[in-house]
């Protein structure tokens, strides 16, 4: 069974930092990406950014590019969202996604919360 659990959310001032950290188990993965997705209340879920698993690639969401920073841990199926400079518009519940792009498959997270106070 796969599982995806995303942590490190929490409440932070206008300007702070957080790291969310997203671990994947209950099988190997090939060719994929994982990213992370945010839904803010009232609104509809949102792309964030993502990263390429095997080339390290990384792509974001305009509103967030130069702020957040997307890493992964090699040894194991994590990935990171660094989030610095925190506005109160990123406050949402993040999630995180794995996407198999041959197999056709994704997977997602619970999700995290994360507010911003201004």
């Known amino acids: 069974q796969v599982q995806l659990v995303e942590s490190g959310g929490g409440l932070v001032q206008a300007g702070g930092s957080l790291r969310l950290s997203c671990a994947a188990s209950g099988r190997t993965f090939s060719s994929y990406a994982m990213g992370w997705f945010r839904q803010a209340p009232g609104k509809e879920r949102e792309f964030v950014g993502y990263i390429k698993w095997s080339s390290g690639s990384t792509y974001y969401s305009d509103s967030v590019k130069g702020r957040f920073t997307i890493s992964r841990d090699n040894t194991k199926y994590t990935v990171y969202l660094q989030m610095n400079s925190l506005k109160p518009e990123d406050t949402a519940v993040y999630y995180c996604?794995?996407?198999?792009?041959?197999?056709?498959?994704?997977?997602w997270g619970k999700g995290t919360l994360v507010t911003v106070s201004s």
């Open positions: 996604k794995l996407t198999e792009y041959y197999a056709g498959t994704a997977y």
